[in-house]
């Protein structure tokens, strides 16, 4: 298994992430056990309210648990273990390994496993044994599923149950999936909360503004434009979208991009309000837009958007793509423990995320950038004009994409203009995304 390429009778889904661990992560399958989590104290209120709902199934589930000698554990979205319950020799031995609270399970901190590759996929994921990327987790049997934002898809946490030198209940997909069902549907009350509230919100700035104007939520969706807004987004007209799985997308790469860049302003100042401009299909003049937050309870829900305003602070927009233009910005890499690169964001073409660490191909070569997180990569280049977030492992530079090949069940790849002429896949998620930043 570490490192073959002969993968015949293995699950479709554990040879994949298998080549995740190999490939991209690049996890010894000989590590004795998992690492520590990088700290990470703050949670959204809907992070809170998935680890209560989650928790509750989990406490609930310890007695029957520990008759059969399993444990069940809780992790964020980053696969760090936040908390634990069931029999206690189990727990003991889990410990050993790393499986408990405060040690990451993410695939790119151990390869293939039931939590960290649950958060790669949208279904409950089990793994059985010998099929563990980790040797020393051979002797487990462990089942996942993970919860995911209604608004953007990405996971917030992820439940697992765990048992050593024996199979899973016949039962454990079952109240997986109950579980995450049952959690779920609290997101979608609090999702349709937000809508409301955005509904009112909406309402009573209407009376008091005659510029066109929308309701978004935190991804750029529309709860509500009126007459005028909706004809330039080309959504529909005072329609009401509560429900965010069926909420309007709007028809301008740039107004997404501009919201989507509002909710991580809002995210680290909640008194923070700005504007900008973005060209429409109507007018060969860029159009200034102001955007306001909108709170519930403290928590970011969306954005109130108003053309032909301007407020607070003022970001540039590129005309086609959406994507924040900037200024001139440097990347910081490291070629040596004791040297550093100093690179002009045209030079880079991909950064790639392994592990805690973000390697860049480069004009230089491939180098480690000295920021860790791809997150945090993303956010300092937010106003390059050129960086654009395209699968949970990658971000690329737009202006070094030189062919996207279209696969048959309709994935993208892009084709970068680097020497090795990279191919990096574009996540499901982040095809429109992509499709409008290209204008493809």
Known sequence: ???????????????????????????????????????????????????AELGFCAAAMAHELAKVGGVATIADANGRIVAAWGDRNTRTIASEGGLAPFFSW??????????????ETRRAVMIRQSEHWLQAFHDWSCGAIAVRELVGGEPIAVLNISCWGSELPGSA???????????????RGRAHDSGNELLAVFAQARGRSTDPLVAVDTEGGVVIADDRASIILGVPGNAPAVDPVVRWAPQLPPFIHAARYATKRAAVDSGWTGSTQIFTRFTD?????????????KNLIGHLISFGALAGEHFPQAETGGVLLGRSRRVVALREENRMVLLGTSEVAVAEAVGNEVWLLTDEGRLRAALSGLDKLETDLSDTGSFLRVHRQYLVNLSRIREVERREKGELVLIMDNAENTMVPVSRRNTRAVRGALNI
């Not at 015949?8 to 040879?15: F, L, M």
Request: aromatic share 6%.
């Open 1 to 51: 298994m570490g490192g073959d390429d002969d993968i015949d009778g293995v699950r479709p889904e554990v040879a994949i992430s298998w080549q995740r661990s190999r490939d991209v992560y690049r996890i010894d399958p000989f590590l004795a056990e998992a690492p520590n989590a990088v700290s990470d104290a703050t949670h959204s209120l809907d992070q809170d309210t998935v680890f």
């Open 106 to 119: 993410s695939e790119s901190s151990v390869g293939t496993n039931s939590m960290g590759t649950a958060l």
């Open 173 to 187: 997909r079952k109240w997986l999936e109950t579980s995450a069902a049952r959690t779920q549907n609290v997101l």
């Open 285 to 297: 003049e860029p159009t200034s837009i102001g955007i306001r937050p909108v709170f519930l309870h």
